[in-house]
């Protein structure tokens, strides 16, 4: 047998484990604590996103996604952590952490922070809320568990969300420069002011 055929082999077993392991937490008190939260966390995204920009901040978010699901396949497989208890058999807790809570908190702060000042100052605050009270919040009810990580690593986020914004504003100024059609409304910070709530926009349309 080589190695391709013990990996596969380890791997099947493993699927096993896992499937096993779902059936267990399914439709538990822990189970219906991650899927409600993600519930409420699309449901506040929703009613506080700027649907106007929806195109530009669900790319930003993407950034953030890609990152954080490369990240969560490369810790896991590491070993640095795993998770007890998962919405689907396969794959990591990819909604709790990496499709919900990351990136729906950097969107909104890409959103309502036009300088880089306040951006920097927002994704710390936001950072430092998912890893000092979300992440023991999850060990402690034992849907995940940390191995070889300590919760502060995780404040490399800070310098990825720094990075896909100065990407994602170049490619606005690139495309807006070759005058691809892109609108002058812009979230970039030479362009467009400060992001309003969407009541005060409302009401600044009536005027």
Request: charged fraction near 15%.
């Amino acid at each position: 047998m080589d190695i391709i055929d013990m990996i596969y082999k380890s791997t099947f077993e493993l699927w096993g484990y896992q499937l096993t392991d779902w059936y267990r937490n399914l439709f538990t008190v822990r189970w219906w604590f991650i899927i409600g939260s993600i519930a409420i966390a699309y449901a506040i995204w929703w009613k506080y996103v700027n649907k106007r920009y929806l195109t530009q901040i669900l790319l930003f978010g993407s950034f953030i996604a890609v990152f954080r699901l490369i990240m969560d396949d490369a810790g896991s497989s590491a070993a640095l952590w795993s998770y007890s208890v998962k919405p689907l058999p396969f794959g990591q807790a990819l909604f709790l952490n990496d499709l919900t809570i990351v990136p729906l908190g950097f969107m909104l702060v890409y959103q309502y922070c036009r300088s880089w000042k306040k951006f920097f100052l927002w994704t710390a605050i936001v950072e430092a809320g998912y890893s000092f009270l979300l992440l023991p919040m999850l060990v402690k009810f034992d849907i995940l568990r940390l191995y070889n990580w300590q919760y502060y690593y995780t404040f490399i986020m800070i310098i990825v969300a720094i990075v896909m914004r100065a990407i994602l504003l170049t490619v606005l100024k690139i495309e807006q420069k070759h005058e691809f059609g892109y609108s002058s409304n812009s979230l970039t910070p030479t362009m467009q002011p400060a992001m309003k709530p969407l009541d005060e926009e409302n009401k600044n349309r009536k005027d």
